[in-house]
């Protein structure tokens, strides 16, 4: 007797693919109905996910949340300066959205169990599940349980009649949204072996790019990036414009070594043109407007922000209480700041505020309106414990 119905995390890719066929040869289900959640990849490759969701399963849905997913978890991320280990967190972002539109549509399908096709060495199976379970729902994730390798998975596909793109001269595994893109696998996973630059989308090789800078302006309003070059934007519209800007310049490449949640170390490659410049411009300009007592407190909240984001647990109380923490701090974030791109590098050139707590009057070497005689009784008092420690050791 069959299962009935099961939903299952589309993305087209290999391993989502045979997961049609595998849920019902493998796992006995009548209906498989596949969900693509559109967060900003390419529109091109939305359409091919579309189109093969509905060839190969009973049922296809694409849902558009890329909208939602620049305001609701990037933009915040910004505000965070969110970063894991040196790159700006992408994939993990995404996640929880798409996790949380698998469970609505699940919800209108009346089915009980889900299923992505995470492998059981990453991190992507934690961020879904963890959403799944806060929904109630069972949850199959086939190469986790069958511990199938990528040839293995191409020969099934073949098999089957499914189109792959990878092939066995380019397994790489490609998670893209609109912040970033991560390559990994294939040649990639020797960590001495030098990157093929066909594996680059988003970016030229920084050698190739321009000889002249290029320099672009940033706008913030409340930590958010409301303007590019002095002209106001959607975010997802500055976002992909800024992509190809900075991407041109060869600006947001990334090879690292990275420690997954399960302690296992991976060699990642990323893509974040406008992740780069964006944080950059929202970093420096914080460092205009906060005091110095805000700004080393933010930078333990980011970073258990970022933390938890990386993991995905976003319905953790923490990340709310630190979200509202961070959106406090942000009331001030307003003004410009100009960043020169060139072969790779981004150097901020100048940057503005209204809010800023920079004063050329007492910083200035011409003015005299701070009495610097002043300074003398608080040098009186400046290191005192520790003078008197030094004295005693000299003794
Ligand atoms: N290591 C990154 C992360 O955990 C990227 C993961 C890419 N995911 C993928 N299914 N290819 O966020």
Request: proline residues 4%.
């Amino acid at each position: 007797m069959g299962k009935g119905k099961v939903i299952l995390a589309f993305s087209g890719g290999l391993d989502t693919s045979i997961c049609v066929p595998l849920l019902k040869e493998r796992y006995d289900f009548e209906e498989v109905v596949t969900v693509a959640v559109d967060v900003g990849q390419p529109e091109d490759e939305i359409a091919a996910t579309t189109e093969k969701g509905k060839k190969i399963s009973d049922r296809h849905y694409t849902i558009d949340v890329k909208e939602r997913f620049v305001d609701d978890y990037i933009f915040p991320s910004v505000r965070a300066n969110g970063s894991y280990e040196g790159y700006p967190i992408g994939t993990a972002l995404a996640r929880p959205l798409i996790a949380e539109e698998i469970v609505k549509v699940a919800g209108k399908e009346g089915a009980g169990v889900v299923a992505h096709g995470c492998t059981g060495k990453g991190n992507d199976q934690f961020r879904f599940d963890f959403i799944f379970r806060c929904a109630g729902l069972e949850i199959i994730a086939p190469m986790r349980d069958l511990n199938l390798t990528r040839e293995w998975e191409i020969r099934y596909a073949q098999e089957h009649d499914i189109p792959v793109t990878v092939v066995k001269e380019k397994p790489y595994s490609i998670d893209e949204n609109c912040w970033t893109r991560s390559i990994e696998g294939g040649v990639l996973e020797n960590p001495a072996r030098h990157p093929p630059e066909d594996i680059y989308a988003w970016t030229v090789a920084p050698q190739d790019a321009p000889d002249t800078p290029e320099l672009v302006q940033i706008e913030f309003e409340e930590g958010i990036p409301v303007a590019l070059n002095g002209e106001f934007l959607s975010g997802l519209a500055l976002i992909r414009r800024l992509n190809l800007i900075a991407g041109r310049n060869g600006v947001g490449r990334n090879d690292m070594i990275e420690d997954r949640i399960l302690g296992i170390k991976a060699r990642e490659i990323y893509e974040h043109p406008a992740a780069t410049v964006l944080l950059a411009a929202h970093y420096d300009l914080e460092r205009l407007v906060l005091t110095r007592q805000e700004l080393a407190f933010k930078e333990s909240v980011d970073s258990k922000w970022s933390e938890l984001g990386y993991l995905g647990l976003v319905h953790e109380p923490l990340f709310s209480a630190l979200t509202a923490f961070i959106a406090r701090t942000q009331e001030r974030v307003n003004g410009t700041v100009d960043l020169e791109l060139h072969k790779g590098a981004v150097r901020i050139k100048g940057r503005n505020s209204v809010s800023g707590l920079y004063s050329d009057d007492l910083v200035s070497f011409d003015s005299s309106t701070v009495d610097q005689t002043h300074a003398v009784g608080y040098s009186n008092y400046f290191g005192l414990q520790a003078r008197l420690a030094e004295n005693l050791r000299k003794k």
